[in-house]
């Protein structure tokens, strides 16, 4: 019998602060002991091992993720697919790998990128990336303050929207003090919004021909998490993921003046601010990359398992949103989260389509 779930993340990045118990999902919409079911969770023994049927479901859905037919959106839908049927029975796992893949994948994408080419997006995607910010912030208090929500999950949505999704709420939490409940109500809030900007953000860049530098900037600003605005922009062409990953990444920077000035306003002493070490080594590879000649064979190796990197870690993260972690969220942070995308993704869509 499969225990029930909780609240697990969508982030690339960023495990949810609470435990799966016993290291298993389950999907609460069908009754696991009886029919075709009861079979999918009935221990089996094969070589002297333990396994289920939905183990092996899982296992052959992970390996098609390594093969050139899975894109970042096939990955993504079929952990929402096994999410919302069987459950993932694999929890306590991909939870610990999600984060530090997605690390690995961000890294060798710079293996892929120009030092020069970098610098000029990061220029292009500043002004936006400051005003973005801080205007989230300060529409996030005031709606927040609306709705009526804790100021703990009112500030956590809003530094995960306007920054990068799981990974500033994950680095914000711990200084706020926030509790689990806290910490599993904004991490389920953004994830849900970054599943939806995957599909979304492709078919609306093609439809408003917008070119591979406006995608790739509208991608870093309006989609919260880094993995999603990866797997976006990759679905778009490679010049929008490059100025997708080099803005975003420069973007998660930000969770450093942020975390401090979070530790100040809301009087918090004696916490410690996490850095996202990772992106300083994205930086070192794109300058190996560039700088060193001999380095140019490994490029493509790197870029290539990155990408899979990146596949991968979208399935563990859809894997992880069942309707039970949809429900759990409650409806008035889903309308907080909307609202502030909603905001950020039409008013940068607009300024990028008339300035870019």
């Not at 492709?202 to 989609?223: K, Y």
């Not at 990953?245 to 410690?272: C, D, E, N, Y």
Request: charge should be positive.
């Amino acid at each position: 019998m499969a225990l029930p779930v909780q609240p697990t993340p969508l982030q690339a990045s960023t495990p949810l602060p609470a435990p799966a118990p016993a290291g298993e999902t389950a999907a609460p919409e069908f009754n696991e002991t009886t029919g075709f079911f009861r079979h999918l969770h009935t221990p089996r023994v094969a070589f002297g091992q333990d396994f289920t049927l939905k183990q092996v479901v899982f296992v052959l859905f992970f390996v098609f993720c390594l093969t050139p037919w899975a894109s970042p959106p096939i990955a993504l839908a079929l952990g929402l697919l096994l999410a919302q049927t069987i459950g993932n029975p694999f929890t306590t796992q991909t939870k610990q790998a999600t984060a530090k893949l997605l690390q690995f994948s961000v890294i060798g994408l710079g293996f892929g990128m120009n030092a020069h080419a970098a610098v000029q997006a990061g220029k292009e995607g500043i002004i936006f990336t400051v005003v973005s910010i801080f205007g989230t912030l300060l529409l996030g208090l005031v709606v927040g303050r609306w709705l009526g929500l804790g100021k703990h999950v009112v500030h956590l949505i809003s530094c995960g929207t306007a920054i990068c999704g799981g990974s500033a709420i994950a680095a914000i939490g711990p200084v706020l003090r926030a509790k689990d409940e806290e910490m599993s109500v904004a991490l389920g809030t953004v994830f849900v919004l970054n599943a939806v900007a995957l599909f979304a953000f492709p078919p609306i860049g093609h439809a408003l021909a917008m070119t591979q530098n406006q995608f790739g900037l509208w991608c870093a600003i309006a989609i919260h998490d880094t993995s999603s605005v990866v797997g976006a922009a990759a679905a778009y062409g490679n010049q929008a993921l490059e100025v997708a990953t080099t803005v975003k990444l420069a973007r998660a920077l930000w969770i450093i003046p942020i975390s401090i000035g979070t530790a100040m306003l809301f009087k918090q002493k004696g916490v410690k601010v996490k850095i996202p070490y990772f992106i300083f080594g994205f930086i070192a590879a794109m300058l190996v990359n560039t700088f060193i000649p001999a380095a140019k064979p490994l490029g493509p190796v790197m870029v290539n398992l990155a990408k899979i990197g990146l596949t991968v870690t979208l399935f563990f993260i859809g894997a992880g949103l069942s309707a039970k972690v949809v429900r759990s969220v409650g409806i008035k942070p889903y309308v907080l989260g909307i609202l502030l995308w909603v905001v950020i993704s039409t008013g940068s869509l607009y300024v990028i389509l008339h300035t870019v």
